[in-house]
């Protein structure tokens, strides 16, 4: 089947992003994989799908599928390039826009100096409901928060890391370190990503404090490995940081794709917002093989 598409990226986190608003296109998880990969396919972190609002007061649904084709609850930087895009190919006149995602419903606005804020909601910090088993463990008290041991054990490497878990729609677990350029992202990044007491998987972010204004990252994504930027990662960091008494309530965060801004009031019920660019690379066409091919 042919289908059309437009390549975007946000801070170097790229994506497919898919016109479904007259049909769903019912591709299958191969299909996902053929679009995301970056030799026979597009290549993309992400998939995302434009869909017709599902209820009223939301103005579109938004599916997310990772380069592994399984589906996701939440993807930050797409949200920002969701926006951009139904706004240049005339699918709304808004500037800003309520969106339903399998976690909930955000809220992307485009800015006047071209980058787009989301609305990325509050945090979610009961274990149960990240999810993370929590059973046995004894968590350390830091800042006004805790952290949760974790201990990782393969062949050739074992260690207990200190992490804080918290949810930003998908599941994240956050690490302080001291130098994310050396950070043992490609090691510690999978396992941490299948560690059995996260039920649904999690993203496994490596935070640098450069000032309580400023901080460095890096995600090894759930389904998709190390990317340049992850949105929800971004929050979930800042967010810790400053639960753990380390960051201010706002924060430039500097990825390899690029800075995202993160602000964050502090109270439990607030939501987090997150400012950062959504750029158009191209459009084109693939023929994706069918499941007999």
């Not at 909601?121 to 990240?130: H, I, K, Q, R, Y």
């Not at 801004?261 to 023929?287: Q, S």
Request: hydrophobic residues 40%; contains cysteine; glycine residues 10%.
């Amino acid at each position: 089947m042919k289908v059309r598409f437009t390549k975007m990226q946000g801070a170097g986190n790229d994506f497919v992003v898919l016109d479904e608003t007259r049909g769903l296109l019912d591709l299958s998880a191969n299909q996902y994989r053929q679009l995301a990969d970056r030799h026979f396919g597009v290549g993309a972190d992400q998939i995302l799908s434009v869909r017709p609002s599902p209820e009223a007061g939301v103005d579109f649904e938004y599916a997310i599928h990772n380069a592994d084709g399984g589906e996701v609850e939440q993807c930050g930087n797409g949200a920002r390039c969701f926006v951009r895009y139904v706004r240049d190919k005339g699918l709304t006149a808004k500037d800003k826009v309520r969106v339903r995602t399998m976690s909930g419903v955000i809220e992307p606005r485009l800015n006047p100096d071209g980058r787009v804020t989301v609305d990325m909601g509050p945090p979610v910090f009961e274990t149960a409901l990240v999810p993370f088993d929590a059973q046995g463990l004894s968590p350390q008290a830091t800042g006004t928060w805790q952290t949760w041991p974790l201990a990782l054990a393969s062949a050739g490497h074992s260690a207990i890391l200190s992490v804080a878990v918290l949810s930003m729609g998908n599941p994240h677990a956050v690490q302080v370190v001291g130098d994310v350029d050396t950070a043992p992202v490609q090691t510690q990044g999978p396992l941490i990503e299948n560690h059995p007491r996260f039920p649904r998987r999690v993203n496994a972010g490596f935070l640098q404090v450069v000032d309580r204004s400023n901080v460095r990252l890096r995600v090894w994504e759930r389904g998709a490995g190390e990317t340049l930027a992850c949105g929800t990662g971004a929050c979930a960091a800042v967010v810790a940081g400053i639960r753990l008494g380390l960051l201010d309530r706002r924060v430039d965060v500097r990825t390899r794709g690029g800075m995202l801004t993160i602000e964050w009031a502090g109270d439990e019920a607030a939501p987090v917002l997150m400012t950062g660019p959504a750029v158009t690379v191209y459009e084109g066409e693939i023929n994706l093989m069918d499941e007999n091919t």
